[in-house]
């Protein structure tokens, strides 16, 4: 064994030997062959030079995806973003006008490319490109994306890819959900539209409900507001309507409007605040009961399951999220938080009757209770509230009209996603604290995103979306700096001592 080991070190000490010997070798050669000669000097620098260009022309050739030092990924495409350009099959062009090589939104833009070939991006001086100058009403001088596809076609700039917290005064991209959605738009044959009620709540998308506006631009959808009083029925055009928390009764007009589009086998989210004040809602519960919903209690939720609320907020339930289609990307996670909700009461017995399936989206905890007297503060419930699992999300499937097999016809129905609860996709904070904030955006903005792609029949686009909260780096700007100076500086560097270690050398001699 002794032996063995000596044989070995002497081997090992051999090749140490041997690989020295030839290093040495190497730089006697650059000594005496290329530093002695002031042309072999020069070409030697040239050489260095040419090498360091021609990398960094094999680099940007390969467009290798940069590094992302954002801690939530923004500049890296996400894998739903991926999945959904796959299945693309139209040629897309994407055109930065006025950017420069080096701009994030650019960098994120190429990796579409990467998911789909189809999909092209290139930056482009508007002064080489009359056409698209003269197509799309652009100037000089300034800075715009168009995303197109045959004929159709999207304009976004620099703004529509960011958005701005108003709590937190922070800018957040919203970059990818922009690209994506602009993609979609135009190599889709048919975008949904989705119509708010409007006249009869405290929320509406230019009040109260900006964010989810903006979220729903991001995605693909049409957007706009409709006042039944004056428009008297529901627009053919419609895929899903939207009713926020009512105030105040419906009137005949709007009751029999909604009643009608129901019948066509239309879709329906009812969003609903807890009710403070018992009003007269006949029509309002009119119409709910055409899926079995009873009407809202006065009184709020509250938690008595630590894990199922915010610290010491038991009105700040974190509810249960079930298995179903639309929740299938959020199912057991923890994220989705309620304020002040109130329970969805579904009247089982008449289910059969009316022909209508439930799925239940979010429960509470089996601890929690109803509170329905205001001035009790105490923490725990009384004697007369309701205790136990409640239901604050659910779908419910009506059928309109049965399959007529014979006639290779399908069933009509109509869908109804109600949630007991409005403000959790308000523009109201969760708390000043921005971690809950933070919260909102991600799974609560999810959650109402997937449901209204359930409904508008695109379950393509139900998924886990990236959080867009505080961009945070682990770069930070001055690293950021450094970074590129170790890249093009120090060669440089050290191309200029090589010149000075020869000239040096040259006067001695």
Excluded: H
């Amino acid at each position: 064994m002794k032996k063995d080991k000596e044989e070995l070190d002497t081997s090992t000490s051999k090749k140490k030997e041997n690989n020295e010997k030839g290093q040495n070798k190497f730089i006697e050669i650059i000594k005496k062959k290329w530093l002695v000669d002031s042309t072999m000097t020069f070409i030697l620098i040239l050489i260095i030079v040419a090498i360091f260009i021609a990398t960094n022309i094999i680099m940007q050739k390969i467009e290798l995806t940069p590094i992302d030092f954002s801690q939530e990924k923004l500049y890296t495409l996400t894998d739903e973003s991926k999945e959904k350009m796959k299945n693309i099959d139209k040629d897309v062009n994407i055109y930065f006008i006025g950017y420069a090589e080096d701009n994030s939104n650019l960098d994120l833009a190429k990796q579409y490319n990467k998911a789909n070939e189809k999909i092209k991006v290139e930056t482009v001086d508007i002064n080489n490109r009359p056409d698209l100058a003269e197509k799309y009403g652009i100037e000089s001088g300034t800075e715009g994306i168009i995303v197109e596809c045959g004929n159709k076609s999207k304009v976004l700039t620099e703004n529509d890819l960011v958005t701005y917290d108003t709590s937190t005064f922070e800018t957040i991209s919203v970059a990818e959900e922009k690209l994506t959605s602009s993609i979609q738009s135009v190599t889709t044959d048919k975008v949904p539209k989705v119509y708010f009620l409007e006249g009869y709540s405290e929320f509406s998308l230019n009040k109260n409900m900006n964010y989810l506006n903006m979220y729903l631009g991001n995605e693909i959808n049409e957007v706009e507001t409709l006042n039944l009083l004056s428009a008297g029925s529901v627009p053919e055009d419609c895929d899903t309507l939207v009713v926020t928390s009512p105030s105040k009764d419906f009137d005949d007009v709007t009751t029999n409007a909604i009643l009608n589009y129901i019948k066509l086998g239309k879709n329906i989210l009812w969003l609903n605040s807890a009710v403070t004040t018992q009003k007269e809602m006949t029509n309002v519960n009119k119409v709910l009961a055409e899926y079995g919903v009873k009407p809202f209690e006065t009184g709020i939720i509250r938690e008595t399951d630590t894990s199922k609320m915010l610290t010491g907020s038991p009105d700040l339930i974190i509810p249960e999220i079930q298995s179903s289609t639309v929740t299938s990307d959020l199912y057991n996670t923890t994220g989705v938080i309620l304020v002040n909700a109130t329970k969805v009461n579904i009247d089982t017995d008449k289910l059969e009757e009316l022909k209508v399936e439930k799925t239940d989206l979010a429960l509470t905890s089996e601890g929690a209770y109803f509170r329905t007297n205001f001035n009790n503060q105490a923490a725990s419930a009384s004697k007369d509230e309701q205790k136990g699992e409640f239901i604050v999300g659910a779908e419910l499937e009506k059928t309109i009209k049965e399959a007529n097999e014979e006639n290779n016809e399908p069933a009509m129905t109509s869908k109804l996603i109600v949630y007991g609860e409005n403000y959790f996709i308000s523009d109201y904070q969760l708390s000043e604290n921005s971690q809950y904030g933070a919260v909102q955006l991600a799974y609560n903005k999810d959650l109402i995103l997937n449901s209204i792609a359930y409904l508008v029949d695109r379950e393509e686009d139900i998924t886990a979306r990236k959080s867009t909260g505080t961009v945070t780096y682990t770069a930070t700007e001055q690293q950021d700096t450094i970074i590129k100076i170790v890249i093009f500086t120090v060669p440089i560097l050290i191309i200029i001592a090589g010149i000075i270690v020869w000239q040096v050398r040259r006067r001695k001699k």
